[in-house]
């Protein structure tokens, strides 16, 4: 099933490993979805700390450039590479997540349509563009991982960043008890999402402030692992959402001497949990915050941004 699209587009390509000057945006042809797989027209595609790790060239699961970037989308779907799955038809629209080559960084980009889900209501593609990986390692870390239920004390790192703000927000949504680590001037922030208690972690040693919690969201890595360890009741569990890094087994040994769990974690792209996280969405429940939206020809402004550590939720890039 197709409808009429064009034969070129535009899209940022990465033609080596590198800097954020390896990212330009050309012209090249609109790739063909297979089997399985959606042609979506991008209307807005999330910038996440994976884009940048694949970038430098930490991470090199994509083959060897050029590809194009780019995780998270909302857009329309246009054309199914077969008439099997039954979820979507052209015209659709869509949210959730493609991959390089043929990522969402551009006028189109090819998803596995196990990856999408049909986008939330009355939300707008910049919003929603902003939660497919952020929200998707939330919840599911939270909920899958961790199982937080209600009255329990949840402690989130980074709390206004990507996916800390939107950890914040499930976490409450569950019932929990929440304590964010922030820079004191994004406190105001979290409370509005529903934090029940901010540590300055520049003022403070969040080790000295915070116990008995029983669940810790560390996005952060570094010494924060150990030294969050300190802060959970025996039994706890500490789950590290980076998906990739230096080699955890330290702080999993020092977890176990504790008493308490240590779990690494990476999101999976899943359609069927998009759904739930459409669900708090459009129950007023959950809502992601856009630091800024930048055009195409900025996708290397939106890297050295995110690179920084200082974006409050998400960076969005529009076609």
């Not at 989308?73 to 997540?97: I, K, Q, S």
């Not at 990507?162 to 004191?184: D, F, M, S």
């Not at 459409?278 to 809502?287: F, M």
Request: hydrophobic share 45%; proline share 6%; with cysteine.
């Amino acid at each position: 099933m197709t409808t009429r699209t064009p034969a070129r587009m535009r899209a940022v390509s990465q033609r080596g490993y590198g800097g954020p000057d390896v990212l330009e945006v050309v012209e090249t042809d609109l790739p063909t979805p297979g089997r399985g797989e959606a042609l979506v027209r991008v209307r807005a595609a999330g910038v996440n700390p994976a884009d940048w790790k694949v970038r430098s060239g930490a991470v090199r699961k994509f083959g060897t450039p050029p590809f194009t970037l780019g995780l998270d989308l909302c857009g329309v779907v246009v054309a199914l590479g077969d008439e099997g799955t039954g979820r979507f038809e052209p015209g659709d629209e869509v949210y959730g997540c493609a991959f390089p080559p043929h990522g969402s960084h551009a006028e189109y980009a090819l998803a596995p349509v196990a990856a999408l889900a049909a986008a939330p209501a009355g939300i707008g593609a910049v919003a929603a563009a902003a939660l497919p990986v952020a929200a998707l390692t939330a919840w599911q870390s939270l909920v899958r991982v961790a199982a937080v239920g209600s009255g329990q004390r949840v402690l989130v790192h980074a709390a206004a960043g990507g996916i800390g703000h939107l950890a914040v927000q499930i976490a409450k949504a569950r019932g929990a008890y929440v304590i964010g680590t922030a820079r004191e001037g994004k406190h105001a922030f979290l409370r509005g999402l529903g934090a029940d208690r901010l540590v300055d972690y520049i003022a403070h040693d969040f080790t000295e402030a915070v116990r008995d919690v029983d669940v810790v969201l560390d996005p952060i890595g570094g010494d924060y692992g150990p030294r969050s360890l300190k802060t959970l009741v025996p039994g706890g569990i500490l789950v590290d959402v980076r998906g990739t890094g230096p080699d955890r087994t330290a702080v999993r040994e020092q977890a176990e001497a504790r008493g308490v769990r240590f779990a690494e974690f990476g999101f999976t792209p899943s359609g069927a949990d998009l759904e739930h996280i459409t669900d708090l969405v459009e129950r007023g429940l959950l809502r992601a915050a856009v630091d800024r939206v930048l055009p195409l020809e900025e996708a290397a402004g939106a890297h050295g941004l995110s690179e920084s550590g200082r974006v409050t939720g998400k960076i969005v890039l529009t076609p």
